[in-house]
């Protein structure tokens, strides 16, 4: 199993709230991930980043943002947390030269 | 467009039966397609990988084929446990990307009934 963390993994929060989901790594991997999935879907790519410093959007469109200050750490923040949001948050990473990603467990978060 | 599609929505066996999931792509150009295995409430798990020149390749119970010419994939689950219960999740990589950027299908959800 790959060592990649995320928190927390389950979040119901009111609307309006801002809030910061969590995913580590530590297997020195460049590339991360964020994927976000509704039930009986595909995931659908949010964010990504090359590696420190760099953060990307991703093919679907999302008001949250992303930071990469660590190569190990891969945060997202929703500034303003609307019933839209509910979804299933999927972090994710892979190696320099290497397309295998390994997922985090994810976190289901839900808006009211 | 690149899309993955896949076969059936949804299966429920008994155990100890087996069964065959289907995966159609049209992600060009082809650079490899992977089958992953996703729990409830999990992330997805790499079940096998397979690149343009591999026609099948094997992992335990489960044994993927390819054939890159019909752009078809295929996952065979061999007497199937009540732990296969999961959704298995068709994924395909373009080399056009340095990202390495991965096409999903929705997935089949599989029940596995004792």
């Known amino acids: 199993e790959a060592d990649i963390y995320q928190t927390p993994r389950y979040l119901v929060i009111g609307t309006g709230k801002k809030i910061t989901l969590e995913c580590s790594q530590t297997?020195?991997?460049?590339?991360m991930y964020w994927y976000q999935q509704d039930p009986g879907m595909e995931l659908h790519l949010i964010h990504y980043?090359?590696?420190?410093?760099?953060?990307e959007k991703g093919d679907l469109s999302s008001e949250s943002t992303v930071s990469r200050i660590r190569t190990e750490h891969f945060p997202l923040t929703l500034e303003s947390a609307r019933p839209s949001h509910t979804s299933q948050y999927l972090c994710?990473?892979?190696?320099?030269?290497?397309?295998?990603?390994?997922f985090g467990p994810g976190t289901r978060l839900t808006v009211t | 467009k690149n899309q993955v599609e896949q076969s059936p929505q949804s299966l429920i066996i008994l155990e100890g039966k087996n069964c065959t999931l289907q995966?159609?792509?049209?992600?060009?150009?082809?650079?490899?397609l992977r089958w992953y295995k996703q729990d409830t409430g999990r992330g997805p798990v790499s079940l096998t990988i397979?690149?343009?020149?591999?026609n099948t390749k094997s992992n335990g119970r489960y044994t993927a084929t390819l054939d890159a010419d019909t752009k078809q994939s295929s996952l065979h689950i061999t007497a199937s446990q009540l732990s296969d219960s999961a959704s298995y999740i068709c994924?395909?990589?373009?080399?056009?990307?340095?990202?390495?950027?991965?096409?999903f299908g929705r997935g089949t959800q599989l029940t596995v009934w004792p």
């Open positions: 297997m020195g991997h460049d590339k």
């Open positions: 994710a990473s892979s190696d320099r030269g290497s397309h295998e990603q390994y």
């Open positions: 397979m690149t343009f020149s591999e």
């Open positions: 995966c159609n792509y049209t992600v060009s150009p082809f650079s490899n």
């Open positions: 980043s090359y590696g420190v410093n760099s953060t």
């Open positions: 994924v395909v990589s373009d080399r056009g990307s340095t990202l390495g950027r991965l096409y």
